[in-house]
């Protein structure tokens, strides 16, 4: 059915434009990227921040999530040293992978599953980005699947025609170990097959924890060529491998206050190996002057696996070589006596994802009762197919040998396939001088074919004769999502902005666990949002600020009960109704806009509040011990929603001369905020639940570009000087700690 629909909607699109080109030659616009902090994209209704490659410079920050972390409303969970893992929040939306916001590259999407898994593992490494987008507002709608929250999409730098490339190296120490990082690209112009460039990147660097190394290379190839006087073709190609000896899981209680950075000295290395391939081709034709067209088309492959140590999933806590499953050592405590850890157990969770796609958007000028209206429209098809697995082996058996077997020890496995299709449509009313009036539309449908296994414990053994259990079901919806945006400018120093738009997330995999996808709705929510920009004391004082309030009210949020339920520390369920109610700030200070002095001050302040809310009557319950007891506890209206710190800032301040060198020092705050909507205090026994404490954080950097030819530039970056041990994650396995003390030097050479 969909397929049929799909290519009705093409055809509808395209026939009812013209595509009569002008006789005379349309030249294609060249586009200029905006490069600083709180600047907002003045055709994109709502909130907008745009992070540029010279912020990015100056901040010297030790990973893109510490670059993230500079955007109000954005949260970055740093639990793998080095971002690879992209656990980003926008607005009230949980951060971990990054499943309740939709994340791009160059706007295709990083998301594995956008509708059935959107777990994201792969960001494109920072040394490649030109620039950073968020969008908060009603322009969410002619993106999607996930509008609820935010959109983060990174932007590569494109090939130059003129030709030249750059080299960065930069290498350090961090208080677990070394780190190097290694980025070289050139490109330039092949004349009728168009300007290419290559780009390799390398990160060898030591994660937060003992034995943690994240290991990764990229390969990256784009192009563009100019087809005709009014045809553009963009092509991008990458590879990413990863090899890293990482543990997604944490510590328990004990262990944590024992050692926060003990890890991955286990019995047998955990493990995780990732590739990433993808592809797109992106045609832009400009048919007349009041029309574009672009048509993308993309296909992305993710095969990860995961090797893990285990207790056979009875307490899901690390266990160090120097401590057996149910044994004490150096006295850590494992777990509290109660309780009784099984058999030590290796698991391994191979998953595979295609996401492949095509979308065409249409931009048209046009006059409609006499007013201006810039018109947007478009459709997208997106087919998805997802292979989940996890392997859980006796105590004798190992990563290496013949021991395992994908048949004999599958313990579960699944499979999806999706068909999705979404319509959207934005118009900018250009209703008077000074008033801009966006109203947008998008419609969202998918078909969801699921399946799943689970291999009944003991398989294999005499007496046992049905090995798999089998369950399969469908599922389809429909959702109509409506939007209304306005900008108003006064003086061009002076803008009011703000809308209302309805989001929506489809559930997916990673939230509800295996086999439960089907008991899941599909998260609703009702976006409002006002916010002002004042660049009034820009010329005299060097002054800008933005301030933006906004409420978002959501339905069918998928929480977890409590942590403390034994043997549900991993699944979720809808609840009710949740309120998220927030204050963003930004304000940037530069002298030099006003000063003629050699040396200028600078400094840039953030800050987010937000109130989040669950507005609902549900008795909470929890286990009170591991027999999985459940006591019925208090009603939990009025509870913090989990894992939404109510306050995030920082401060930056820095001195320098433009063009030749700057210092600089930030301190980063992060509030509190509870993991269960019970709002317990304090962190349970196995590292799963609790209230995490706030923290501080203080960097420092400085930059000096050499009075040489191509002006090279040299940089050293300390990250948390003070080596603040804080708790950057918490999750079903376990407690993981932040970064600690790290220091970067590097160069970069243009050439």
């Known amino acids: 059915m969909y397929k049929y629909a799909v290519l009705f909607v093409f055809l509808i699109l395209y026939s009812t434009t013209s595509f009569a080109q002008d006789e005379e030659t349309i030249i294609l616009p060249d586009i200029e990227i905006q490069s600083s902090i709180g600047d907002r994209t003045r055709l994109t209704p709502g909130s907008t921040n745009y992070v540029g490659r010279e912020s990015m410079d100056r901040s010297r920050g030790l990973t893109v999530g510490e670059t993230l972390e500079e955007i109000p409303g954005v949260i970055s969970e740093i639990d793998d040293g080095d971002s690879r893992k992209a656990n980003f929040g926008v607005r009230g939306a949980h951060s971990r992978r990054s499943r309740k916001i939709s994340v791009y590259e160059d706007y295709n999407p990083l998301n594995f599953a956008p509708y059935t898994d959107p777990t994201t593992h792969y960001i494109p490494p920072d040394e490649r980005i030109a620039g950073i987008e968020v969008l908060k507002g009603s322009g969410q709608l002619t993106h999607g699947p996930q509008t609820m929250h935010g959109i983060i999409n990174f932007l590569n730098h494109r090939p130059p025609k003129q030709g030249g490339g750059k080299f960065i190296t930069s290498f350090g120490e961090s208080n677990i170990g070394p780190r190097q990082q290694y980025h070289i690209r050139y490109g330039r112009d092949f004349g009728r097959i168009g300007t290419w460039q290559g780009m390799f990147t390398r990160h060898d660097n030591r994660g937060p924890v003992e034995g943690d190394i994240i290991d990764f290379n990229d390969f990256f190839i784009n192009g563009d060529v100019d087809l005709t006087s009014n045809q553009k073709l963009s092509v991008n190609l990458n590879y990413s491998h990863e090899d890293s000896e990482y543990a997604e899981g944490g510590l328990g209680l004990y262990q944590y206050n024992a050692n926060p950075y003990m890890g991955n000295e286990r019995k047998f290395d955990d493990t995780f190996e990732m590739d990433v391939v993808r592809t797109s081709l992106a045609h832009s034709y400009y048919a007349n002057e009041s029309l574009k067209i672009d048509t993308n088309i993309y296909y992305n492959f993710v095969y990860r696996q995961r090797w893990s140590q285990t207790d056979n999933e009875s307490a899901g806590l690390v266990v160090r070589e120097d401590i057996s499953c149910d044994e004490d050592a150096e006295g850590v405590m494992v777990q509290e006596a109660a309780a009784t850890i099984g058999t030590c157990g290796y698991k391994n969770t191979p998953r595979r994802y295609h996401t492949g796609g095509i979308e065409t958007r249409f931009y048209k000028d046009t006059t409609l009762f006499g007013k201006t209206n810039n018109l947007k429209y478009g459709a997208k098809f997106e087919f998805e197919k997802i292979e989940r697995k996890a392997r859980i082996t006796g ?141 009034t004391f820009e010329d005299k004082h060097g002054v800008t600020f933005e301030t933006t309030a906004f409420r978002t009210v959501e339905r069918n949020r998928p929480v977890k009960s409590s942590l403390r339920t034994a043997g549900t520390g991993s699944t979720l369920k809808n609840i009710g109704t949740t309120f998220t109610d927030g204050i963003e700030f930004a304000a940037n200070w530069d002298q030099s806009k006003y000063s003629k002095n050699s040396r200028n001050w600078f400094a840039n302040i953030t800050y987010s509040f937000m109130y989040p809310k669950l507005k609902t009557h549900q008795l909470g319950e929890r286990s009170d011990d591991d027999a999985g007891t459940v006591t019925i506890v208090d009603d939990v209206y009025e509870n913090d929603i989990p894992f939404v710190p109510r306050h995030k800032g920082l401060v930056t301040l820095g001195y320098g001369a433009p063009n030749k060198w700057d210092l600089s020092a930030t301190a980063r705050y992060r509030g509190e905020y509870f993991t269960d909507i019970d709002n317990s205090k304090g962190i349970g026994q196995a590292g799963r639940f609790g209230q995490v404490d706030d923290h501080w954080l203080i960097n420092a950097r400085g930059n000096y570009i050499l009075p040489l030819a191509n002006k090279p530039t040299l940089y050293l970056s300390l990250t948390n000087i003070f080596d603040t041990t804080y708790i950057a994650s918490i999750s079903a396995e376990g407690l993981k700690v932040g970064n600690g003390r790290s220091i970067m030097s590097g160069l970069e050479y243009s050439f």
């Open 395 to 535: 105590a004798d058996k190992k990563q290496t040998g013949t021991q395992i077997t994908e048949d004999e020890f599958s313990k579960m496995s699944e499979d999806a396939e999706v068909y999705a299709l979404a319509l959207y449509i934005e118009d900018d009313i250009q209703a008077s001088d000074n008033l801009i009036l966006t109203p947008g539309l998008r419609y969202e449908s998918y078909y969801l074919i699921h399946n799943d296994r689970e291999r009944k414990d003991g398989c294999g053994e005499t007496g046992v004769s049905d090995c798999n259990n089998y369950t399969s079901y469908e599922k389809d919806e429909y959702i109509l999502l409506p939007g209304l945006g306005f900008t108003y400018e006064q003086n061009n120093t002076n803008q009011i902005f703000g809308g209302v738009h309805m989001g929506m997330a489809p559930p997916a995999v990673g939230d509800a666990g295996y086999r439960q996808i089907s008991n899941l709705k599909a998260q609703k929510s009702f976006n409002f949002e006002l916010g002002v920009i004042n660049s």
